[in-house]
């Protein structure tokens, strides 16, 4: 058998009768849901209605659907002349201040010495010149080449490669061959973006 409710004293109906009125006037959902218990007590059949009980639980709302983020695009590779501009455009000037792709594209093999040598007077001022203008070159050792060196454990094999016999674990010591080169300081220009940085020496065109 089901469970009678308990019966609601005055002041307990009086409450509920305060609370319906307030309700029902300004909630319509809560005046639809009393009108079928109105209708079934003016007929007569309120028994027939299911007894109080807790409210039933409301059925979960769905989420709301929000559409997926549109992915960012990555920005466009840059093409490879561009991308590597400034090494370019030092080539550039290492050609124009002392013909170095000239020098290397040139086969000395049908030289001799002396006038391989002139010419590689002449690429090594321009190219000093471009070096000295642009770049702060250090050694990487201060050491002359010769000295005796310690190789110390956790040296940084950038800056120190090892040669000769080879084997064990470091510290070492050993005698050094090229002191190396570091650049500490880059002054190089900005390549604008209406220079093509692929032409490193213009054709040259006299005319008469």
Request: glycine share 6%.
């Amino acid at each position: 058998m089901t469970d009678q409710p308990a019966s609601l004293s005055f002041f307990a109906r009086f409450w509920l009768a305060w609370l319906c009125f307030w309700r029902c006037l300004l909630s319509r959902e809560f005046a639809q849901a009393v009108l079928p218990a109105s209708k079934a007590y003016d007929a007569g059949q309120l028994a027939q209605l299911p007894s109080g009980g807790p409210a039933p639980t409301p059925s979960p709302q769905p989420e709301e659907v929000r559409p997926a983020p549109r992915p960012v695009a990555p920005p466009a590779a840059l093409p490879p002349e561009r991308e590597h501009a400034s090494a370019l455009s030092l080539l550039g000037m290492l050609q124009r201040e002392g013909r170095f792709v000239d020098f290397l594209q040139e086969n000395v093999s049908a030289f001799s010495d002396a006038e391989v040598g002139a010419a590689a007077r002449i690429v090594h001022e321009g190219c000093r010149k471009v070096a000295q203008t642009y770049l702060t070159l250090e050694r990487v050792l201060p050491q002359n080449e010769g000295d005796a060196v310690p190789v110390p454990a956790g040296f940084d094999a950038q800056r120190i490669r090892l040669t000769g016999n080879v084997a064990g674990q470091p510290p070492f010591n050993g005698v050094l061959r090229h002191h190396g080169w570091m650049t500490t300081a880059v002054k190089l220009p900005t390549v604008s973006p209406a220079i093509d940085p692929r032409v490193l020496a213009p054709a040259e065109v006299e005319l008469s």
